[in-house]
């Protein structure tokens, strides 16, 4: 359940029953359009504030076509997180190179991947393995890309 809150009002449920990731960007149109604060619970008990930086989802998040051009000159060869995307993110990773594996997707797409289409890419660079590790962790959290799911 994904709701939010505008100012001193009350909770406002904005998606149930929806995919995790479409609920998760139309919450955020709305959060953004009221000047509200998105919160959203899987399992309807527990609420947590969704910060939109943490979650990918704020509008200074860079997206670039995933082709090889832009790869090389838009993802650097030094360590950290990255996130393909279609319409939702599809597929979350972490890597010692970033130019490196966002090429191996290109050449190599898995099943899942092709379902999609064309892709979009946004990195963030990690210096700190056990911190890459764990915003990649928050990052699946937050939005179950069905093809980490797969394998």
Known sequence: MIGVTEGDREFSVLATGLPWPIAIQRAYGYSVSRRGRMLVSR????FELLDPQDAWLSADRVWRAHNRETIFAHAP????VYVLRGATPIYVGETANLRERLLYHLANPSECARRFGALEFSVQEFVSSDLRARRAARLLAWWMPPCNEMG
């Open 43 to 46: 399992n309807g008990d527990l």
């Open 77 to 80: 060869s030094t360590a950290g």
